[in-house]
C-alpha cells in the first residue's frame, strides 16, 4: 500500500497550527489540539430553516439566501382555506410577508430569482369547495410587485417543471386536468410569447426537471392519473430535440428539481421508495447522495425546491398529508479541514 510520502512527496507535517491555506488532500497533525487534520471533501447535507408564515403548499423559486414562496393551497384548520395570493421571501433565516400576487392558485409552477420570478398555471378557486378551474395564467414578480404577462396556450397544473429563466424557458409535460391526467406536451416562452416545443418522449405527470431552456434534464413521473404506474426514465433537452439518459435508480415521481445544470444537478424527496433521498446527476448518470432530508415529506414536487446550483437548495412546504411550513437547506459536500480518523 502506498503511504502519504508516496503520494505526495513528504511525510505528514507536525504544526502547532492548522495551515491558512491547505492543499487539496494535504495532511497534517496539529500538536496543539492531539489531531490528524486533512483538507479534504465533506459531506453533503440537508439543514432545517425557519417556518413560512402561512402554512400552504407554496411554489418556491430563489435561492437559499433569497428564497421565494408564493401561490399555493391553504389547509384547515389554517384559513381562509383553498387557493392562496400570499407570498413569501427568505433572506436565508427568516421568512417575510410581502405583496400578494394576483390571482388565488395553486398546483403552480415557478421558477427565477426573488426579484425576477414567474409563477404559471395551476388550478384557480378559492374555497374549501371551489369551483376550481384549470389555468393558463402566468404572473411575474420583481421583487416588489407581481404583473400579469402574456397567458401560456395551453393550461397545465400539478407543479409541472418549468426551466431556464423568467424570460426564457420551457415548461414540459404537467397535469393536462385538475384530476392529474398526464400530459407530452412543451411550451417555451421567450420574448414575451409562447410557443410549442419538441413533446416529451411520453406522456407523465409528477415529472422533475432542472437546467436551462437549451440544456436541460428530467426525470421520474407517473403514465396514469393516480400516480401509481411511476417510471425510472430520463431525457435530455437541447431546445430542440429530446434524447434518453441514464435512469433514476428506481421508479419515482414527484421530485424537487430545478437546481443546478445538466450536467451538474440534484434532484430531492420523490415518493417512495425514494422518499426523502437525493439525487446527483452528472450528465449521464443518476446516483444517491448520502445527504437525507430533515423532514418526512409525502415528496417535495419540482416546484417545492429551488437554488441556482448543486451545492445549494431549498426546499420549503408540502402538501395536505400533512401540510408543512418547515425550511430545508442544502450545502453540497466542499473540501474542507476536517478531523481524520479510522472509521
Not at 507535517?13 to 497534517?28: I, L, R, T
Not at 405583496?99 to 403552480?108: F, H, I, M, S, V
Request: charged share 10%; hydrophobic share 30%.
Amino acid at each position: 500500500m502506498a503511504t502519504y510520502k508516496d503520494l505526495h512527496g513528504t511525510r505528514v507535517n507536525v504544526v502547532s497550527s492548522n495551515p491558512s491555506n491547505p492543499k487539496d488532500g494535504e495532511v497534517w497533525y496539529n500538536s496543539t489540539l492531539g489531531l490528524l487534520k486533512g483538507y479534504v471533501l465533506g459531506t453533503a447535507v440537508w439543514t432545517s430553516g425557519n417556518a413560512l408564515n402561512t402554512k400552504r403548499s407554496a411554489a418556491i423559486a430563489g435561492t437559499v439566501s433569497a428564497g421565494l414562496a408564493s401561490h399555493g393551497y391553504v389547509y384547515p384548520p389554517s384559513s381562509p382555506e383553498g387557493g392562496s395570493v400570499v407570498t413569501e421571501e427568505y433572506n436565508g433565516t427568516s421568512w417575510t410577508t410581502v405583496n400578494n400576487a394576483n390571482q388565488a392558485r395553486y398546483q403552480t409552477s415557478a421558477l427565477g430569482t426573488q426579484t425576477a420570478a414567474v409563477v404559471f398555471g395551476g388550478l384557480n378557486g378559492t374555497g374549501g369547495a371551489g369551483p376550481y378551474t384549470m389555468s393558463t395564467s402566468f404572473e411575474g414578480y420583481d421583487g416588489t410587485t407581481w404583473s400579469n404577462l402574456t397567458a401560456a396556450p395551453t393550461a397545465k397544473a400539478g407543479g409541472t417543471p418549468m426551466v431556464g429563466t423568467s424570460t426564457t424557458l420551457a415548461q414540459v409535460c404537467g397535469n393536462s386536468n385538475g384530476s392529474g391526467g398526464v400530459s407530452n406536451t412543451v411550451q417555451e416562452y421567450a420574448s414575451g410569447s409562447w410557443s410549442a416545443g419538441e413533446n416529451y418522449p411520453i406522456s407523465v405527470q409528477g415529472l422533475a426537471g432542472g437546467g436551462i431552456q437549451t440544456a436541460s434534464v428530467h426525470m421520474g413521473g407517473a403514465t396514469n392519473a393516480p400516480g401509481t404506474s411511476n417510471v425510472a426514465t430520463a431525457n435530455e433537452y437541447d431546445g430542440t430535440n429530446f434524447s434518453a439518459t441514464g435512469a433514476i435508480p428506481a421508479a419515482s415521481r414527484s421530485f424537487g428539481g430545478r437546481t443546478g445544470t445538466q450536467t451538474a444537478c440534484i434532484f430531492a424527496g420523490g415518493v417512495s421508495p425514494l422518499n426523502q433521498k437525493t439525487l446527483d446527476y452528472d450528465g449521464s448518470t443518476f446516483s444517491i447522495n448520502p445527504a437525507t432530508q430533515v423532514t418526512t415529506r409525502p415528496s417535495v414536487g419540482n416546484s417545492g425546491m429551488s437554488g441556482t446550483a448543486n451545492t445549494a437548495s431549498l426546499i420549503c412546504g408540502a402538501g395536505s398529508t400533512p401540510t408543512l411550513t418547515n425550511t430545508e437547506e442544502f450545502a453540497g459536500a466542499v473540501v474542507e479541514t476536517k478531523t481524520l480518523t479510522t472509521s
